[in-house]
Structures are given as C-alpha cells and as structure tokens.
C-alpha cells in the first residue's frame, strides 16, 4: 500500500507541476495578480483534494470495496462544491474568460482520479469473482 501512496504521489506531483509550468509559462504575459492568484489556488487547492481523496480510497478501499463508487461520486461532488465556495468567500470572480484557469487543473486531477479509482474498483471486481 505505501508504495501505491508513493507512486500516486509521484504521479500526481509530475503532472500537476507540468501542467502549471506550462499553463504558467504560456499564458504568462496576458495575466493579472488576480489571475495568477487564481491559477495558484485552483492547483493548490485540487492537488490537495484529490492527493486526500485518492489517500482515503487507497487506505479504506478494503472497507469501502463495495460502496467505492458511490463513495467517489459523492466526495468528487463535494470537492466542485467546496471550491465554489471558497472561491466565492474569497470574493474572487470568475469570468468566461476565467474558467480555465480552473478548469484545466480540475480536469487534469479528475482525469487521475478516476484511473485510480477505475483501477481499483477493478482489482476489487477482479478478486472477488476470483
């Protein structure tokens, strides 16, 4: 189990940090201190969210082996939920124009998300029917 944590971490760790560099390094001219601020909260703030996700699921998955799903579905919920909110308490808008700056870190964790969690809810299936 630890080194399915170190590996997840890894991971996770790589992507993130290439795709900030990236999005950072391309869109850089064009962006205000709101922007940028913006930008460092919604990686931090899904890397966070996803790494305690992924390390409940990877430490409760026998417990929780048939109710994973469901149990993802709801927590992936609150995760776009909670960050609304805490966008919204920190009076930051989001435009059109915006959206972005959000929605490639969330899509990027969403996506290592759900390989995790589809990996894992097949090796439970797999040793069940085993």
């Known amino acids: 189990m630890i080194s399915n944590i170190l590996k997840f971490t890894l991971i996770i760790s790589f992507l993130l940090g290439l795709a900030y560099f990236l999005q950072i390094n391309i869109i850089q001219t064009t962006l205000s201190a ?17 790494y305690l996700l992924m390390l ?13 799903g469901f149990v993802y579905l709801g927590i992936s919920t609150l995760k776009f939920v909670l960050f609304y909110f805490l966008v919204k308490s920190k009076n930051i808008e989001i435009n059109k124009s915006d959206f972005l700056l959000f929605f490639i870190p969330f ?22 029917n085993s």
């Open 107 to 128: 899509v990027l964790c969403l996506s290592i998300e759900i390989f995790y969690v589809s990996k894992i809810l097949n090796s439970v299936n797999y040793n069940k």
């Open 56 to 68: 409940n699921i990877l430490v409760f998955k026998k417990i929780l082996e048939d109710k994973l």
């Open 34 to 50: 709101k922007e940028t601020n913006l930008i460092q909260f919604s990686y931090l703030f899904n890397f966070a969210f996803t």
